[in-house]
């Protein structure tokens, strides 16, 4: 009890003594801004950091000011003051989306995730995975934020609707994603969850057919890899980009599937030889020099 009074007495001495709240903190603690963490001070005062955003906010100079609690030189004027205030969250939103892709960020955002601040999947399968807000345009004022789900790779409106006012771009499109690939644990508890075999409708303990209207359309949307070597072709394809090796390989098998289609048009259809040979001159001299018999060469 005695205890529990001097944390009280402690707790009213701390308020009286911190006599200012810093306007990130206030607005990070705003009814709805959950979702949000406070970016660090220096992170905002690195002008690098903010490359682009001052074309695009009116009041710039003024929101920078406020979101970092400088006195404004001139005075703000009150008319002005809802106008600036506007534009200082936008520009706190942006500036958040950018954040949460550091280090730094990805931290604070971790702790969020763990703490099931952004609520967990709906679906049935997807076992109350944990959900990451997400953007789907970088660009403010397009649509509100949605929740992405890590199990089912699938997004969602959040659960309340006091988020309904929160802009998508303030978290962004690349923030699920650098996140699942950060924190491996995340890919972990999805792969475990991907083990269940996905809900299909029955008719008296009948699958319906996938042509049917009521059939499981995009089920393969919902497969993952389960042999090794589906595995092993999962893990190369995921976030790699194409070098010009592959696109030379890419290029080189749609050359010999070309020359191939081409030569078992030759075999099957004799009358055609003579449509047959005009694509063969289209093309270089490589095909007529790999046909087996030369026939195509002796048509002409
Ligand atoms: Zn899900």
Same mark, same amino acid.
């Given at each position: 009890?005695?205890?529990?009074?001097?944390?009280?007495?402690?707790?009213?001495?701390?308020?009286?003594?911190?006599?200012?709240?810093?306007?990130?903190?206030?607005?990070?603690?705003?009814?709805? &801004?959950?979702?949000?963490?406070?970016?660090?001070?220096? +992170?905002?005062?690195?002008?690098?950091?903010?490359?682009?955003?001052?074309?695009?906010?009116?009041?710039?100079?003024?929101?920078?000011? %406020?979101?970092?609690?400088?006195?404004?030189?001139?005075?703000?004027?009150?008319?002005?003051?809802?106008?600036?205030? &506007?534009?200082?969250?936008?520009?706190?939103?942006? =500036?958040?989306?950018?954040? =949460?892709?550091?280090?730094?960020?990805?931290?604070?955002?971790?702790?969020?995730?763990?703490?099931? &601040?952004?609520?967990?999947?709906?679906?049935?399968?997807?076992?109350?995975?944990?959900?990451?807000?997400?953007?789907?345009?970088?660009?403010?004022?397009?649509?509100?934020?949605?929740?992405?789900?890590?199990?089912?790779?699938? =997004?969602?409106? /959040?659960?309340?609707?006091?988020?309904?006012?929160?802009?998508?771009?303030?978290?962004?499109?690349?923030?699920?994603?650098?996140?699942?690939?950060? +924190?491996?644990?995340?890919?972990?508890?999805?792969?475990?969850? &991907?083990?269940?075999?996905?809900?299909?409708?029955?008719?008296?303990?009948?699958? %319906?057919?996938?042509?049917?209207?009521?059939? /499981?359309?995009?089920?393969? %949307?919902?497969?993952?890899?389960?042999?090794?070597?589906? =595995?092993?072709?999962?893990?190369?394809?995921?976030?790699?980009?194409?070098?010009?090796?592959?696109?030379?390989?890419?290029?080189?098998?749609?050359?010999?599937?070309?020359?191939?289609?081409?030569?078992?048009?030759?075999?099957?259809?004799?009358?055609?030889?003579?449509?047959?040979?005009?694509?063969?001159?289209?093309?270089?001299?490589?095909?007529?020099?790999?046909?087996?018999?030369?026939?195509?060469?002796?048509?002409?």
């Amino acid at each position: 009890m005695s205890a529990w009074k001097s944390g009280q007495q402690n707790v009213t001495e701390d308020v009286t003594s911190e006599e200012y709240e810093s306007w990130i903190s206030n607005y990070c603690t705003l009814f709805g &801004h959950d979702y949000f963490v406070e970016v660090s001070q220096d +992170f905002i005062e690195d002008d690098f950091n903010l490359t682009g955003l001052s074309s695009g906010i009116s009041h710039y100079r003024e929101a920078l000011d %406020l979101i970092l609690d400088f006195e404004p030189e001139p005075p703000i004027s009150t008319a002005d003051l809802p106008l600036i205030e &506007h534009s200082a969250e936008e520009l706190y939103g942006l =500036i958040h989306a950018r954040f =949460i892709l550091t280090k730094e960020g990805l931290n604070a955002m971790a702790v969020k995730y763990e703490n099931g &601040h952004f609520g967990s999947c709906s679906r049935v399968n997807c076992d109350s995975m944990l959900l990451l807000p997400i953007g789907r345009y970088d660009q403010a004022g397009v649509e509100t934020v949605r929740l992405f789900c890590p199990c089912c790779c699938d =997004i969602y409106f /959040p659960s309340s609707s006091r988020y309904l006012n929160i802009d998508g771009a303030y978290f962004g499109t690349t923030f699920p994603g650098l996140f699942i690939n950060t +924190f491996k644990e995340v890919e972990r508890q999805a792969a475990a969850r &991907h083990q269940k075999e996905s809900f299909q409708l029955k008719i008296f303990g009948f699958k %319906l057919s996938e042509l049917s209207k009521s059939g /499981p359309r995009m089920k393969w %949307l919902r497969q993952f890899p389960t042999t090794p070597e589906e =595995i092993e072709e999962y893990n190369k394809c995921e976030y790699s980009v194409a070098t010009p090796q592959d696109v030379g390989k890419l290029k080189g098998s749609k050359e010999k599937r070309a020359e191939e289609k081409d030569k078992d048009k030759k075999d099957v259809v004799d009358e055609d030889v003579k449509s047959t040979d005009s694509k063969v001159k289209a093309d270089d001299d490589d095909v007529t020099m790999k046909s087996p018999d030369g026939s195509i060469m002796s048509v002409k």
